[in-house]
């Protein structure tokens, strides 16, 4: 079993920065994909980013819409996944979630999968301003 808590959310600027922590409880979380979902209101949750075990790799996967303004990492010791959002758009805001998958072991189309993972985090605001 494993426990998730963000933050890390906030207001910002267009154009601004945040970074959103995961916090898990469970010694087995360094064993699980992990992910970022978000929904905006009126909107169905959808990917954001994700990255794998370190034992598979690290490998990280992300939405085009947030390729190459969005990272994603993972620190086992502290038991914490990070998503450090950069450059952020108004089309940013939403409620964050974090999430772990037991049954996803690599980076292919499953990732994407919000179904697939079996542990989620209470979510976090993220509110970008124009």
């Known amino acids: 079993q494993v426990q998730l808590v963000e933050s890390g959310g906030g207001l910002v600027q267009a154009g601004g920065s945040l970074r959103l922590s995961c916090a898990a409880s469970?010694?087995?979380?360094?064993?699980?994909?992990t992910g970022w979902f978000r929904q905006a209101p009126g909107k169905e949750r959808e990917f954001v980013a994700a990255?794998?075990?370190?034992?598979?790799?690290?490998?990280?996967a992300y939405a085009d819409s947030v390729k190459g303004r969005f990272t994603i990492s993972r620190d086992n010791a502290k038991n914490t996944v990070y998503l450090q959002m950069n450059s952020l758009k108004p089309e940013d805001t939403a409620v964050y979630y974090c999430?772990?998958?037991?049954?996803?072991?690599?980076?292919?189309?499953?990732?994407?999968?919000?179904?697939?993972?079996?542990?989620w985090g209470q979510g976090t605001q993220v509110t970008v301003s124009s």
């Open positions: 999430a772990a998958s037991t049954v996803v072991y690599y980076a292919g189309s499953n990732i994407q999968r919000s179904a697939l993972y079996n542990y």
């Open positions: 990255i794998t075990t370190s034992r598979s790799g690290g490998i990280t």
């Open positions: 469970g010694r087995a979380f360094s064993t699980y994909t």
